[in-house]
């Protein structure tokens, strides 16, 4: 069964800080890797995509990275801001034609 | 603004009652879906749509309907046959199907309808 865990649930943070979120993946085939920020009753939106060949890309403050071998991927929030919380998903494809198996998120709150 | 529009925002059902959420993108996109999102849990897929006219199910499609009469609508009906239906609901769409897609592919997602069974 293809799944993706997400780690920690959740976690509380101080503006300016760094923090990172992990994703674990069993799904394969595997196609990419896809991080979104939801914000409370809002729709995903994208960060990232990385494919198997992909290590690392950055989208502003966040960078995400891939270990294909070891499914695991990252991402890192740089010097964090009060608009950084939100739940952060990790999505993965490749198991199907339409399965794109999600992560529960990690839900981030950015302290001042 | 080209987008993926959901409405309404909230929707409250009665028991043993049906009703419809609104899904139009303006994206030109051929493949529309539908996910479900409860607490501490990820999307799960309800339906989905390559082409006009044409849909399948998914993971947890029992208790809800889906047409796709044009290429820009993709409504959701969830019916009294839905036992536990109070969830965050939320409908995407993407260019053609995830598994022909390359690796750039966007996948747009509406704001989001929350229902709730009074």
């Known amino acids: 069964k293809n799944q993706v865990e997400q780690s920690p649930q959740s976690l509380i943070i101080l503006e300016g800080k760094n923090c990172t979120l992990q994703?674990?993946?069993?799904?394969?085939?595997?196609?990419?890797l896809r991080w979104y920020k939801q914000d409370t009753g809002r729709g995903p939106v994208s960060l990232t995509i990385?494919?198997?060949?992909?290590n690392t890309k950055s989208n502003g403050r966040y960078t995400a990275t891939l270990d294909a071998d070891t499914k695991q991927s990252s991402l890192h929030i740089t010097a964090s801001q009060l608009s950084d919380s939100a739940s952060y998903i990790c999505?993965?494809?490749?198991?199907?034609?339409?399965?794109?198996?999600f992560g529960a998120g990690t839900t981030v709150t950015v302290r001042a | 603004d080209g987008g993926i529009t959901q409405s309404p925002k909230y929707l409250f059902r009665k028991e043993g009652q049906n009703v419809t959420l609104s899904c139009e993108q303006n994206l030109n996109h051929d493949a529309m879906y539908w996910y479900r999102q409860d607490p501490g849990q990820g999307l799960r897929l309800i339906y989905y749509s390559q082409i006009v006219n044409d849909f399948q199910k998914g993971d947890i499609a029992e208790g809800y309907s889906v047409s796709r009469e044009k290429k820009e609508s993709f409504p959701l009906t969830v019916t009294s046959a839905q036992k536990n239906p109070t969830a965050f609901y939320l409908c995407a769409s993407t260019p053609s199907r995830w598994s022909s897609q390359g690796s750039n592919t966007e996948a747009f997602f509406g704001q989001g309808t929350r229902l709730t069974v009074v």
């Open positions: 994703c674990n993946y069993t799904v394969s085939p595997f196609s990419n």
């Open positions: 990385m494919t198997f060949s992909e």
């Open positions: 999505v993965v494809s490749g198991g199907g034609d339409y399965k794109l198996s």
